[in-house]
Every structure is written in structure tokens, then in C-alpha cells.
T-cell receptor, first 117, second 113 residues
Framework: AQKITQTQPGMFVQEKEAVTLDCTYD???????LFWYKQPSSGEMIFLIY??????QNATEGRYSLNFQKARKSANLVISASQLGDSAMYFC??????????????FGAGTILRVKS | KAGVTQTPRYLIKTRGQQVTLSCSPI?????VSWYQQTPGQGLQFLFE???????NKGNFPGRFSGRQFSNSRSEMNVSTLELGDSALYLC????????????FGPGTRLTVT
């Protein structure tokens, strides 16, 4: 079975500073993908960044980077230069790359991020 | 390119009734997945449809069902509604079996009274 753990229910960060949101995962499958999504109060899930289990380099997308430590089974999201618009719920998710599981995503409990001005 | 659309956006139903939610994926996408989001249980996978076939199913009672049409639009149905079915229902579309990109719709917020 797959499991995602996000241990930070809520985080505060000062505008323009960097923040790290923690995510650990558990799976016995060697091929998997890790995702981060942002969910504003409107409810829509916005894809931020993806890391494949075989990717050699950490993924980056603009101000978002994923600190992937395979041996520790962690996939932390780093947001640089925080903006007020970054205030939202953030979810870490995993998908096993296996036909049996299809596109099923397993989500963590989420972390609420509040950016202070 | 239009995004994922879900209708209706908001719905209020009474216990015991049934409800049908609709999801239109991004044009060309053949996979549609459904998720239930509640404050207590978080985001949970309901099922996935690919080319009109259910490919995967989460751990939900048989009151939750779905289907997919030839144009890839999907519906999910919940019969005999319970108070605990109040949730945000999200659908996600994906191009295919190997694509990792999944795009979510805005969700349908269902309230059961």
C-alpha cells in the first residue's frame, strides 16, 4: 500500500522568504511519481511540480523546487521568494507507475501555508 | 484549450436522495478520475475511468458509482445519500495511461441535509 505523510498541519512564512513543506512517502513499488498540488480556498487543485522515482535531478518549476531524497523517502517542496498569493493548502501526492493502479493518486493530509506581509 | 469542467458547482440534497455529478475532461483526454475531499478523511480516490471502462476503484460503498461516455465525459452517482457524503467532489483528467499530468476541475460541493 502507498502512504503519504505531511507532518506540518500549518506553516507561516514571511513574504519574500523561502519555505519548505515536508512530505514523506511509503511504497514498495520501485516506479512511482511524486506530485505537489496547491489548493486555494476556491477548491481547485493546481498542479505545481512532479518528480519521478528514477529522475536523477531534483525537479524545479519556477519558484518551486522539489527536494527529493530517495533513501529517506522524502519529497519536500521548497517555495522561494514567497508571495501573498501562495497562501493556500498544499498537498503532496504519489502515483505508482503501474498499470494496475492507473492514474490513482494517494494524497497526504495537506499543509496550510500562510504568507505574512 | 478548455480545462476540466464540473457541473453543478454546488448542490444541496436531502438524506436518502440520489445525486449525479458530471465531469468533462480536457479535449483529447481519455482518463477521468474522481476524488472525494472531506475535512475528516482528506482526499480519497473514488474510481478511474479510461476509454469507458472502470480501471480502478477506491474503498467506497456500492452507493457510489460512475460511468464514462464515448466522448470521455464522466458522471458519478451517489444513491441513498447520507450526511457523511457531504464533501467536495473533484475530478481529474489525464491524457492516457502513461501520462503523469493530471488536471483537476473546480469541484462540486455537495451538501447533504
Amino acid at each position: 500500500a502507498q502512504k503519504i505523510t505531511q507532518t506540518q498541519p500549518g506553516m507561516f512564512v514571511q513574504e519574500k522568504e523561502a519555505v519548505t513543506l515536508d512530505c514523506t512517502y511509503d511504497t514498495s513499488d520501485p516506479s512511482y511519481g511524486l506530485f505537489w498540488y496547491k489548493q486555494p480556498s476556491s477548491g481547485e487543485m493546481i498542479f505545481l511540480i512532479y518528480q519521478g522515482s528514477y529522475d536523477q535531478q531534483n525537479a524545479t518549476e519556477g519558484r518551486y523546487s522539489l527536494n527529493f531524497q530517495k533513501a529517506r523517502k522524502s519529497a519536500n517542496l521548497v517555495i522561494s521568494a514567497s508571495q501573498l498569493g501562495d497562501s493556500a493548502m498544499y498537498f503532496c501526492a504519489m502515483r505508482v507507475m503501474n498499470m494496475e493502479y492507473g492514474n490513482k493518486l494517494v494524497f497526504g493530509a495537506g499543509t496550510i501555508l500562510r504568507v505574512k506581509s | 484549450k478548455a480545462g476540466v469542467t464540473q457541473t453543478p458547482r454546488y448542490l444541496i440534497k436531502t438524506r436518502g436522495q440520489q445525486v449525479t455529478l458530471s465531469c468533462s475532461p480536457i479535449s483529447g483526454h481519455r482518463s477521468v478520475s474522481w476524488y472525494q475531499q472531506t475535512p475528516g478523511q482528506g482526499l480519497q480516490f473514488l474510481f478511474e475511468y479510461f476509454s469507458e471502462t472502470q480501471r480502478n476503484k477506491g474503498n467506497f460503498p456500492g452507493r457510489f458509482s460512475g460511468r464514462q461516455f464515448s466522448n470521455s465525459r464522466s458522471e458519478m452517482n451517489v444513491s441513498t445519500l447520507e450526511l457523511g457524503d457531504s464533501a467536495l467532489y473533484l475530478c481529474a483528467s489525464s491524457a492516457g495511461t502513461v501520462s503523469y499530468e493530471q488536471y483537476f476541475g473546480p469541484g462540486t460541493r455537495l451538501t447533504v441535509t
